[in-house]
C-alpha cells in the first residue's frame, strides 16, 4: 500500500535512514511456516530479522547520542526522545479526527479521539523515569545542554495548536527550518480539533455562532456563552445513546490528561532545577506555570457550571 502525504505535512526522512518494511506475510504462508517449525519460533534468517527491519531498533539506538559521560543524562535524552515519539502519534490521530469529522464520520472521530487518550496517559506515565532526578545529577549535565529546551520541540507545537492552543511567537525559533516553519506556520493559520468539532455541530444543525465558525484561528479560542450553552444542552442528555456526549466526554478526556502532563512537567522541573532561569531563555518555572494554566477545550468546562 502506498503513504499518501498529507498537503502541507513534513517529508518523510530519506530513504538512508527508514528501515526497509518487511515482506507482507499473510496468514496461509504464517500457518505454513508454523507447521514446518513444529510450532517453534523461526531463528534462521539471512539478513536482519523482519523485526529489525520494521524498528529499526539500531536507527533507534543511534539517536542516543549524550553530550556528557554523567550516567543520568541516557535517562534524560531518552525520555525527551520518547515524549517526541509520543507528539508525532498524537498529531497524526488527530490529524485523522479532523478528517473524519470534516467528512461527518463522528464514530470514526470519537475513536480516534479516545485512542489518543491512552496515548495522552502514556506520555503522562513517561514523567515517572524522571522524577528520581535531582538538581545535583541535572546539573551533572545541564551546561553542556546549551540552549536546547522543550520549549523548542516543533512537535510539541503542533500539539498544542490542534488543541486550540495558539501563540505566533513559538513559530519564530523554527525560522531556521523552512519546512518545519511552514508547517507550524499553516498548523497556526487552520482549524484546531475544537474548530473542527465546532464545523461539525453546525453541520448537524446545533446553534454555533457564525462568529465563532469565522473567527481568526491563529489565536486561542475563548469561551463563547453560545457554545458553552450548547455543550450545556447536550450533556443535559448524558444516555450512552447520545453520540454527541460521547464526543464531550472523549475530549474532556483529551483535556483532563494533557493538563495532568502539563502538570507533572512543571513538578518535574520544580523537582530537578528549582526556580533557576530556563535553558531556553525563559523565566523557567515561572514561564512552565503560567504556559501550563491555559485552559483546552473552555466551553466544554464552563459548560459544567450551567448544567
Not at 265 to 278: D, F, I, Q, Y
Amino acid at each position: 500500500m502506498t503513504t499518501r502525504r498529507l498537503p502541507g505535512a513534513r517529508p518523510e526522512p530519506p530513504a538512508a535512514i527508514r528501515p526497509a518494511a518487511p515482506p507482507p506475510l499473510d496468514g496461509d504462508t504464517r500457518a505454513e511456516r508454523a507447521a514446518a517449525n513444529a510450532g517453534l519460533p523461526t531463528v534462521e534468517f539471512a539478513e536482519a530479522t523482519p523485526y529489525e527491519a520494521y524498528v529499526g531498533v539500531r536507527q533507534l539506538q543511534a539517536l542516543v547520542r549524550t553530550v556528557t559521560d554523567h550516567p543520568a543524562e541516557p535517562a534524560f535524552l531518552v525520555v525527551t526522545q520518547v515524549m517526541e515519539l509520543w507528539f508525532t502519534l498524537l498529531r497524526r490521530e488527530w490529524e485523522l479526527a479532523q478528517r473524519q469529522l470534516r467528512a461527518d464520520d463522528l464514530d470514526g472521530a470519537v475513536a480516534s479521539i479516545r485512542r489518543s487518550v491512552h496515548h495522552l496517559r502514556s506520555l503522562d506515565a513517561s514523567w515517572g523515569s524522571l522524577l528520581w532526578l535531582t538538581p545535583a545529577e541535572f546539573n551533572g549535565f545541564r551546561d553542556s545542554l546549551g540552549e536546547a529546551s522543550g520549549f523548542q520541540s516543533y512537535e510539541y507545537r503542533d500539539v498544542e495548536f490542534l488543541l486550540g492552543l495558539k501563540a505566533e511567537s513559538v513559530v519564530r525559533p523554527h525560522r531556521g527550518l523552512p519546512v518545519v516553519h511552514a508547517d507550524l506556520q499553516r498548523a497556526l493559520a487552520g482549524p484546531s480539533l475544537e474548530d473542527d468539532v465546532l464545523a461539525y455541530l453546525a453541520r448537524r444543525g446545533l446553534p454555533v455562532p457564525a462568529a465563532v465558525l469565522a473567527r481568526d484561528r491563529s489565536v486561542p479560542h475563548e469561551p463563547d456563552p453560545a457554545v458553552t450553552g450548547l455543550w450545556a444542552d447536550v450533556y443535559r442528555d448524558p444516555r450512552p445513546a447520545n453520540e454527541l456526549f460521547a464526543l464531550g466526554e472523549a475530549l474532556t478526556d483529551v483535556a483532563e490528561v494533557f493538563t495532568t502532563w502539563r502538570q507533572r512537567h512543571v513538578t518535574a522541573v520544580r523537582r530537578a532545577m528549582g526556580a533557576k532561569p530556563g535553558s531556553g531563555g525563559s523565566a523557567g518555572l515561572v514561564w512552565l506555570e503560567r504556559s501550563a494554566a491555559r485552559v483546552v477545550f473552555p466551553d466544554l468546562w464552563a459548560a459544567r457550571t450551567t448544567v
